[in-house]
């Protein structure tokens, strides 16, 4: 009789290493990529003023540039109330039908009081050649806040005063304006995502019979800002901010006016450091300034503006001193 080997006593086969196995198993599937967050349209962040969404452009594109010495000095004698007084020494642009610019010398000296409150806000300044302003913000209720600036003077039909009403919603900001000469305005801005807002404006000079509407858009990440302007005067307003760092970024902006044909452009820094900041430009028109402001200790700060136009042969150095309580 032939021997059998049963099934039972056959040796089973090796077991396969666990790189082996690995060989042997599909391969696993890759993850899923994050699906996009959903945006909630009902809950969008609030924008930014409609008067303010060119800010940070202006922030480096529009330095407070002066020409001369200036010298001002803030003394707080209380929590909210403060005295200022402001020394300023230079010269004044005439209008001129030459190339040239015309300038006169001229100086002033300026006294200023000061009431900051939480819900309250009052500054006054009195000039020595008659000139008086005053600024008023008073917080109605949480998202009402009343605005006033007034300004007098000497000399006629130079007398100005406008009163600004802000409603801040959720997602929205409306104003509406009222100011001498007629003057009647309203603007409203609407967040349509959580980057990108979109606003629109309208006036009324009833003195001289004018009137004028405008629409705005801004987008805005962490990293840049991006806004457009055009209005029924012929101003077309483009600008753009790349944030660098925290203490770097760059702006540039682009303006046409249709009625007189004028186009300018124009590229600027804003630079941060340790004791300084630094604000600079140069646009098409061959005008370059910069702006310093170095903090020489605490409450004390020098200030070094300069601008050049060669074109006009304009030429602008200025140098001041801020003292203030800390």
């Not at 840049?224 to 483009?238: E, F, K, N």
Request: proline residues 6%; neutral net charge.
């Amino acid at each position: 009789m032939g021997s059998f080997v049963s099934h039972a006593d056959s040796p089973s086969p090796p077991l396969p290493s666990p790189a082996g196995l690995a060989t042997l198993l599909p391969p696993p599937k890759e993850e899923k990529e994050k699906a996009p967050e959903k945006v909630d349209y009902f809950n969008l962040p609030c924008p930014v003023p409609f008067e303010e969404i060119q800010r940070e452009a202006l922030m480096s594109l529009k330095p407070d540039l002066f020409e001369g010495l200036r010298f001002d000095f803030t003394k707080g004698l209380s929590q909210k109330f403060s005295l200022s007084h402001s020394v300023f020494m230079g010269s004044t642009e005439l209008p001129s039908q030459s190339s040239e610019t015309v300038k006169v010398p001229t100086s002033h000296y300026e006294f200023g009081a000061n009431f900051l409150d939480p819900k309250l806000m009052l500054i006054g300044r009195m000039m020595t050649d008659g000139r008086m302003s005053a600024r008023v913000k008073c917080d109605l209720t949480d998202n009402l806040i009343m605005k006033v600036n007034a300004q007098l003077t000497n000399e006629p039909h130079y007398s100005q005063g406008m009163f600004n009403f802000d409603y801040k919603g959720h997602d929205y900001r409306a104003q509406f304006q009222i100011g001498n000469n007629a003057f009647y305005g309203g603007n409203y801005i609407q967040s349509i995502t959580p980057n990108l807002s979109l606003g629109t404006e309208v006036f009324w000079l009833g003195q001289q019979r004018k009137s004028g509407i405008g629409f705005a858009a801004r987008y805005n990440t962490d990293k840049m800002v991006a806004t457009g302007q055009v209005a029924s005067t012929g101003i077309v307003a483009l600008s753009y901010v790349q944030k660098i760092s925290e203490k770097v970024s760059l702006a540039s902006d682009f303006m046409y006016n249709h009625m007189t044909r004028d186009v300018t452009s124009s590229f600027g820094y804003d630079y941060i450091l340790r004791q300084c900041r630094l604000r600079g430009k140069v646009d098409s028109n061959g005008c370059i300034a910069a702006f310093l402001e170095e903090r020489l200790n605490m409450g004390v700060n020098f200030i070094l503006s300069a601008e050049v136009d060669h074109r006009k042969k304009d030429y602008k150095f200025g140098f001041g001193l801020t003292v203030g309580d800390a």
